[in-house]
């Protein structure tokens, strides 16, 4: 039977917590036969209660600032943050804390609100590698980051989570969350440097705390249709989460009308960030999406929920998806999409939410992020104006990050191991002849397969096009040049090549390349000759990835980009010129479609719905490497 334990044997203390003495008989119920160890985190949170109660010292309090309680929404003023370490110990106002600090951070004057989140982010289209990622966003708010991997997860999926934790491990500030990469491989017409199913997705989650989930579920045809060969994978995927009680965010591009909306939240797909129309948004927000609202997103959507007259935000919040490093210091991050949010209608407290605590809690992260609130990281972003979100300092960790827009802290140096700095493996040097297109014996002319980025018509458009020596041949004199996919996995220089419009060099003898080619990140190289796009190709190679661009056959500019094709781990002003010079390198040439660098030309081949025919390396079964993805089908992309 279970012991009662005698008063005579607790005393109480002065501020009446019970203290049980030496001498006193622990009740059997209490009593642990084989204690654990108690883990990092468990610790932590020991030493919270503590410094919480006054019985430690704190390490720092930021002192006297309006702080924004995202919980009720309200702002109170004259307030103690008081920090142990890299946490939030204690809230309330000024001077009832009962303890001491090492350190007090004047605040007075300015208002407080949590560092910022995105809950859906690829850090590598900044074209940075994670640690510098840290210094370009932290002087913008943000303190951590959904990671949506399937960037990185398509070049090495068994390093995948390892890359994203590795720079906290080595003391950056930035808290990045990975969502595993669903689209690894993009298409179940591809094969690249990573594949996940059941057992890789359940691993990686049950593995790290830091993993949030399965990333934008992008495949629709293969998630609606039981007969598309990618069905088994991308529903293993899914199950794979929900078995570890991750979430699972969808991507749900083109699907507008209400069959689909339905099914599309049915499938369990939490989340869109791919909203296009107002009504659009309102009708995914009915359904039970959690929007991701990006860019013109926010113009479109934030009026309208205003005029609906929205009474909870909560199920929202702002993004930036894709955005490099050049125009992240142009536009800002997420601040700016918080001054956006505001100007639209929406409630100043309820912006800073939707990029703090609305999408924590849509990560399952909120115990640790998204507010200012005891036992969250010390994530404090001061303000000098609210409806300006006028950054004056940023604290992330409990340390003073950035203060008027310039970052404080060193950036880890990290030796990145070679499966992350040397993943360009095309086998050979490639040229000019690998790129020609030859026309079915005796032709003097073909019909020819067209395609243009962004391809969504269900029929694939054709041309016809003369043929010199045997080899099929440009029109330039109507927009149609020449791409190619280039396998940069498997070391066989396996080309898919065939005519394309829309996008690319009209200049004579030359090209543009890049390394970075959603989703799966082969070499893609549009380009008006053989020759240059050759010599592009080559050159990414030597770079072990990258953009390059070649006028009338010579290399012009390039971005180094030696992080698995995909970032490059270099300081932020050394990267952002890169990126500038290749713009303006870019305006010397002609282009078809709009004047200056291509933008576009890293999302040419992306395989996702609700794209249909697409340019694919081939595989067997297909030679030329063209599919229509909504079905399988092929095509020549000549005869």
């Given amino acids: 039977m279970q012991?009662?334990?005698?008063?005579?044997?607790?005393?109480?203390?002065?501020?009446?917590?019970?203290?049980?003495?030496?001498?006193?008989?622990?009740?059997?119920?209490?009593?642990?036969?084989?204690?654990?160890?108690?883990?990092?985190?468990?610790?932590?949170?020991?030493?919270?209660?503590?410094?919480?109660?006054?019985?430690?010292?704190?390490?720092?309090?930021?002192?006297?600032?309006?702080?924004?309680?995202?919980?009720?929404?309200?702002?109170?003023?004259?307030?103690?943050?008081?920090?142990?370490?890299?946490?939030?110990?204690?809230?309330?106002?000024?001077?009832?804390?009962?303890?001491?600090?090492?350190?007090?951070?004047?605040?007075?004057?300015?208002?407080?609100?949590?560092?910022?989140?995105?809950?859906?982010?690829?850090?590598?289209?900044?074209?940075?590698?994670?640690?510098?990622?840290?210094?370009?966003?932290?002087?913008?708010?943000?303190?951590w980051t959904s990671e949506g991997s399937h960037e990185f997860s398509n070049v090495s999926g068994v390093h995948n989570v390892e890359f994203w934790e590795t720079p906290e491990r080595r003391g950056s500030p930035l808290k990045i969350f990975t969502a595993l990469g669903s689209a690894t491989p993009p298409s179940a017409f591809e094969v690249g440097g990573g594949n996940y199913a059941y057992h890789e997705i359940a691993e990686n989650i049950h593995g790290s705390l830091e993993v949030q989930g399965l990333d934008e579920v992008m495949d629709w045809p293969a998630v609606s249709e039981p007969t598309h060969p990618g069905y088994q994978r991308i529903w293993e995927d899914m199950e794979a989460t929900r078995d570890q009680r991750g979430i699972i965010d969808g991507h749900g591009a083109g699907l507008w009308d209400l069959d689909r909306i339905n099914a599309f939240a049915a499938v369990g797909l939490s989340s869109d960030h791919e909203t296009r129309q107002a009504e659009e948004a309102w009708d995914k927000l009915q359904h039970g999406m959690f929007l991701q609202l990006r860019d013109e997103n926010i113009e479109r959507a934030v009026p309208l929920f205003v005029k609906k007259g929205l009474k909870d935000w909560s199920n929202i919040s702002l993004v930036t998806d894709d955005r490099n490093v050049a125009d992240s210091i142009k536009q800002g991050t997420m601040n700016t999409h918080v001054q956006l949010a505001i100007r639209m209608g929406a409630p100043p407290e309820a912006a800073f939410a939707m990029a703090s605590l609305y999408p924590a809690k849509h990560a399952h992260m909120e115990s640790i992020v998204g507010s200012i609130a005891p036992g969250r990281y010390a994530d404090v972003v001061l303000l000098s104006s609210v409806k300006d979100v006028a950054i004056k300092d940023v604290f992330a960790n409990g340390q003073l990050a950035a203060k008027d827009g310039k970052y404080l802290l060193p950036v880890p140096k990290i030796d990145w191991p070679t499966w992350a700095t040397h993943t360009i493996n095309v086998g050979r040097k490639l040229n000019a002849k690998d790129f020609e297109i030859l026309a079915p014996a005796g032709k003097t002319t073909v019909t020819a397969a067209i395609q243009a980025p962004f391809y969504t018509d269900p029929d694939q458009k054709t041309a016809t096009l003369a043929v010199v020596d045997g080899v099929v041949q440009r029109d330039p004199e109507h927009d149609i040049v020449k791409v190619a996919i280039v396998d940069r996995y498997t070391g066989k220089a396996k080309l898919g090549k065939m005519f394309w419009t829309g996008m690319g060099p009209k200049t004579p003898n030359s090209a543009i390349a890049t390394s970075v080619s959603h989703d799966l990140h082969n070499i893609t190289v549009i380009g008006s000759s053989d020759e240059a796009m050759a010599i592009a190709v080559n050159r990414i190679a030597e770079l072990n990835g990258g953009i390059v661009l070649v006028d009338r056959g010579k290399v012009t500019a390039e971005m180094r980009l030696e992080i698995g094709g995909l970032m490059t781990s270099r300081p932020i002003a050394d990267a952002a010129a890169g990126m500038e010079d290749l713009y303006a390198k870019s305006d010397a040439l002609e282009w078809i479609g709009s004047p200056g660098f291509p933008r576009r030309v890293i999302f040419a081949m992306i395989t996702c719905s609700p794209f249909t025919w697409r340019l694919v390396v081939p595989y067997p079964g297909n030679p030329s490497g063209l599919v229509l993805l909504q079905t399988g089908k092929t095509m020549p992309i000549v005869w």
């Fill in 3 to 143: 012991k009662i334990i005698s008063a005579a044997f607790i005393t109480i203390a002065a501020f009446g917590t019970p203290v049980f003495s030496a001498t006193s008989e622990v009740p059997t119920a209490t009593r642990v036969a084989h204690p654990i160890k108690f883990n990092d985190e468990t610790k932590i949170r020991q030493a919270l209660v503590q410094v919480a109660l006054g019985r430690e010292p704190a390490d720092l309090i930021i002192r006297g600032a309006t702080v924004l309680n995202i919980f009720t929404l309200s702002w109170e003023p004259d307030q103690d943050i008081v920090v142990s370490g890299k946490r939030i110990a204690w809230v309330g106002p000024v001077g009832q804390w009962k303890g001491k600090a090492a350190h007090v951070f004047d605040a007075k004057g300015l208002w407080a609100v949590p560092g910022f989140g995105e809950s859906h982010k690829h850090i590598e289209s900044t074209l940075l590698s994670p640690e510098w990622e840290a210094a370009l966003v932290v002087p913008f708010g943000n303190t």
